[in-house]
Nanobody
Framework: QVQLVESGGGLVQPGGSLRLSCAASTNIFRFNAMDWYRQAPGKQRELVAI???????NYADSVKGRFTISRDNAKDTVWLQMNSLKPEDTAVYYC??????????WGQGTQVTVSS
């Protein structure tokens, strides 16, 4: 059973930074891509950032220039570096990955709260 385990969430002041990590229980080359979603209270889950097997990245407009997604294939881990955080970034952040012919996998989520 493939597992994705997130960590790194917490409470941070506006303008601060956090680094989320997503550790996979399998070789991440098995996934076509890995990404981060977030869901704020009362809102739909939205895609924040994606990184493909080849290392290409893409970001939601709301986080471009502030968030950076990266991966370490040797550690089977993906990170989301979040800088210049705003209150509207407050949400539960989820790691997600899709494996060909096997389906989608989700982490349990990690809470990020941006507040003074």
């Amino acid at each position: 059973q493939v597992q994705l385990v997130e960590s790194g969430g917490g409470l941070v002041q506006p303008g601060g930074s956090l680094r989320l990590s997503c550790a996979a229980s399998t070789n991440i080359f098995r996934f076509n891509a890995m990404d981060w979603y977030r869901q704020a209270p009362g809102k739909q889950r939205e895609l924040v950032a994606i990184i493909t097997k080849g290392g290409s990245t893409n970001y939601a407009d709301s986080v471009k220039g502030r968030f950076t997604i990266s991966r370490d294939n040797a550690k089977d881990t993906v990170w989301l570096q979040m800088n210049s955080l705003k209150p509207e970034d407050t949400a539960v952040y989820y790691c997600h990955a899709a494996m060909p012919l096997r389906g989608d996998y989700w982490g349990q989520g990690t809470q990020v709260t941006v507040s003074s």
